[in-house]
C-alpha cells in the first residue's frame, strides 16, 4: 500500500533533484556530451528511491548517504575524475566511498526482522553485485563506444595515462577491489556501533 512522503522525505528528494539540475546545466560548460549523460543518469536512482520511500519508510539518514554518493559522483563528472594523489585517482576514491556508503544505506533499508549477519552479508553481497554492474557498464561505454572519461559509462578516470601504473592498467580489477574494502570497513563500522551500544 502506498504511503505519503513526509516532510523530511520531500525535503531530501528535492535537494537531491536539484543537486542533479544543478550538476547538469553545469556540464555543457565544465565537460563534454557524454559526462552530461553520466550526470543525468543519477535521476535512476533517485527515482527507484522515491518509488520504494512510497511504499516504506527509508531513514533520513539513508537519504542522506545517498546523496553524499549523488554530489561526490557529480563532482567527479565535473572534473574531479582528473585528480590523483600518489597514483591513486579520484576514482578509486569513489568506488571505496560509493561502497562504504552503499552499504550503510543497504543495511538501513533491509528489514530488521533478518537476523543482524545475514542482513550484513545481503548488505555485502548486493554492494558488490552492484559494483560488478557498474564494471560491465563502464566495459561497454569503454569498449564498444569509445568513451574514455571518468564516470559510470567509461573504464577508467580522467587521469593522464602513466605506463606501468597498475592502478590504470587493470582498472576494473582495482575498482572492485576498492568497492570490497569500502564495503568491509562499512561493515566493521556497523559491527563497532552495535558494541559500543551494549
Same mark, same amino acid.
Given at each position: 500500500m502506498q504511503r505519503q512522503l513526509d516532510h523530511s522525505e520531500r525535503w531530501a528528494f528535492s535537494i537531491m533533484l536539484v543537486v542533479v539540475l544543478l550538476l547538469a546545466i553545469a556540464w555543457p560548460f565544465l565537460a563534454d556530451f557524454w559526462n552530461g549523460i553520466d550526470t543525468i543518469l543519477l535521476l535512476l536512482p533517485i527515482g527507484v528511491l522515491y518509488w520504494v520511500a512510497r511504499y516504506r519508510k527509508i531513514p533520513l539518514y539513508a537519504y542522506i548517504l545517498m546523496f553524499i554518493i549523488f554530489t561526490l559522483h557529480g563532482l567527479g563528472v565535473l572534473g574531479l575524475f582528473g585528480l590523483s594523489f600518489h597514483g591513486f585517482g579520484y576514482d578509486k576514491f569513489m568506488h571505496f566511498i560509493a561502497a562504504l556508503m552503499l552499504f550503510l544505506f /543497504?543495511?538501513?533499508?533491509?528489514p530488521a526482522k533478518l537476523p543482524r549477519w545475514e542482513r550484513l552479508m545481503y548488505a555485502f553481497f548486493i554492494t558488490m553485485g552492484f559494483a560488478a554492474m557498474n564494471e560491465v557498464v563502464e566495459f561497454v561505454g569503454s569498449f564498444f563506444f569509445g568513451l574514455g572519461k571518468g564516470g559510470i559509462l567509461?573504464?577508467? @578516470? @580522467?587521469?593522464? /595515462?602513466? /605506463?606501468g601504473n597498475p592502478l590504470q592498467d587493470f582498472d576494473g580489477y582495482f575498482d572492485l577491489f576498492f568497492n570490497a574494502i569500502g564495503a568491509f570497513v562499512a561493515? &566493521? &563500522?556497523?559491527l563497532v556501533k552495535s558494541k559500543?551500544?551494549?
Open positions: /543497504l543495511n538501513a533499508f533491509l567509461t573504464l577508467g @578516470d @580522467d587521469v593522464p /595515462l602513466v /605506463l561493515l &566493521l &563500522l556497523v559500543l551500544r551494549k
